[in-house]
């Protein structure tokens, strides 16, 4: 079974440019989930859609940040423009849902961007 | 609001030696209690997890009893390797049983096992 997929591994921006990023979940997860990982920080929910429709992105900096999940497979995160906080690693994680779900959630190896 | 609190590090273990990583949580109600483990050059992957009190996770030698007495889920194991070093999450659930919406994560600890 093929994992969650994230491109690019690695970007880097001056400030004030934009930049996205994209996921693929692992095929059948209906639930996405876009989170930020600031170093020496835990990951912190951006953004969570259940198929094409968006549950939670109260954490979201919605002046700058913008996510779709058209479809209700891959997704994307834009960042518009970057500011130098926004250096982080941005990760993709999805999960099943419905009968047999465990709740488990899997995880690409995330998108490390720097903004100079 | 809910969060975890966990040991800070790094870590620095020789091989064969016990390992214990302190994670404590604050949340209202029933959450589910994970542990998440990063490889170098990978991402994140369940470790083992726990969904209502009393319940003992275990996966690969590491076990995490949910106390909520304690309010507390820590990471144990009797004997690591070199392969166990890692970035080591400890997060929770807000959604009670085996649901894992949204997860508040640690800040991790870095266990750097040495031969």
């Known amino acids: 079974e093929a994992g969650v997929a994230q491109s690019p591994r690695y970007k880097i921006i001056e400030k004030r440019q934009s930049v996205a990023f994209w996921c693929n979940p692992i095929s059948g997860h209906a639930t996405l989930y876009w989170y930020q990982q600031i170093l020496g920080q835990g990951p912190k929910l951006l953004i969570q859609f259940q198929n094409n429709g968006v549950v939670d992105d109260s954490q979201l900096p919605k002046d700058r940040f913008s996510a779709e999940r058209l479809k209700g497979v891959d997704s994307t995160l834009k960042i518009q423009p970057a500011k130098l906080e926004d250096s982080a690693v941005y990760l993709c994680?999805?999960?099943?849902?419905?009968?047999?779900?465990?709740?488990?959630?899997?995880f690409g190896e995330g998108s490390r961007l720097t903004v100079l | 609001g809910d969060s975890v609190t966990q040991m800070e590090g790094p870590v620095t273990l020789s091989e064969e030696a016990f390992l214990t990583i302190n994670c404590t949580y604050t949340a209202t109600g029933y959450p589910s209690l994970f542990w998440y483990v990063q490889y170098p050059g990978e991402g994140l992957q369940l470790l083992l997890k726990a969904t209502k009190a009393d319940d003992k996770g275990s996966n690969k030698g590491f076990e995490a009893t949910y106390r909520k007495e304690t309010t507390s889920f820590h990471l144990e194991k009797g004997s690591v390797q070199v392969s166990d070093s890692a970035v080591y999450f400890c997060?929770?659930?807000?959604?009670?049983?085996?649901?894992?919406?949204?997860?508040?994560f640690g800040t991790g600890t870095r266990l750097t096992v040495i031969p």
């Open positions: 994680a999805s999960s099943s849902t419905g009968t047999g779900a465990t709740g488990e959630l899997f």
């Open positions: 997060a929770l659930s807000d959604i009670p049983g085996t649901g894992a919406n949204n997860l508040f």
